[in-house]
């Protein structure tokens, strides 16, 4: 695993996130039994360059053959592998409103290596129900849950005011990895990894396009 | 306007992601009666490197003063016209889903400029029911209302099979920028923005680092 390592601290943050739709595109093409494919085509296939995308591709330590191109089955093994996602990985959500409802139901997410074993409420309207297959605990049994059941994956989808309260509790439980969904900045030790999904981000990227455009036909 | 336009062509993409953090600390900031702030201080309440602020915001056209800094106020108001924020965008929202509930619930939107007026869905137990004070209407209305409301913001939220024919409606209706929260490739024309929520994506950032640690352990 060691090679894994420095190949991903070196890998560009936007080259990561592009591999999820690499992986797509070949998934793809080896369920209609197509065995090699070409830089172009996967570029093609998701808008990109194709030079980015050798370059992506080769971060994850394969070279394509020239005129041949990658076997797709290969490759696909290898993305999957570097993303983690060869290996599932149990998580704890809490938050079982409309945002955990939906992550719940989200049907990517086995593909992607994730699995959701677990919903955590202080509702106790929620409490004992369950969500898509999911029981909902009380939030106060996540810590001891966490520990019992080894979970190192902990996805927060509660309001902004409560969640660094969650998310202590998800550390003391043994939680490494937070998968933060309120807008709000939590303070969490060195060597817990956190990523946040941030979408007033995501619009900010759409909304000054748009107001670019306004300015152009004004 | 013109302004605008170059310098925002120029920033690149992960600086234009951070500046809804700037604003929201500022805002903060604004609200506790301080007048002027410094990048270091800017940097400090976002874990960020002073020098990357400092470039960040220069891109929008303002520049602090030496041992001063910046105006709080001024910098906000600045900060919140480059993103388009200080114009309220009417979208439609398809998809009444979990998702679209969670979005419609999502307090946060109303700091980024961004109101949604009107939910639409195919399933007629929801259509002439309400979200969050907003009505749901039925998909097959959402050309001609948006034709008539002169909406330009199309927020999709419904599941990804479903997802090309609702953003062609939403074209129809003259709707030019599309948020896109299913994990599917749109093909729209040239002339409409779309930002992409990719999910997957952020989980690779966190999977992938994970996936890291486990091999420093094993």
Known sequence: MGVYLGLNRSMPLPSLKRLPGYLRVLQRLASRGQESVSCTQIAGELD???TQVRKDLAATGIVGKPRVGYQVKELASVVESFLGWNNVSDAFLAGAGNLGSALVNYDAFSDCGLNIVAVFDVDPGKIG?????R???ALERMRELARRMRIKVGINAVPAAHSQHVVDQMIAGGIRAIWNFAPVKLEVPETILVE???LSASWAVLSARLREGRGLEG
Chains 1, 2 share one sequence.
Do not use: A, Q
């Not at 129900?129 to 297959?133: D, S, V």
């Open 48 to 50: 990109l360059d194709p």
């Open 129 to 133: 129900t369950r969500l898509n297959g």
């Open 135 to 137: 029981e909902v605990f």
């Open 196 to 198: 946040n999904v941030s």
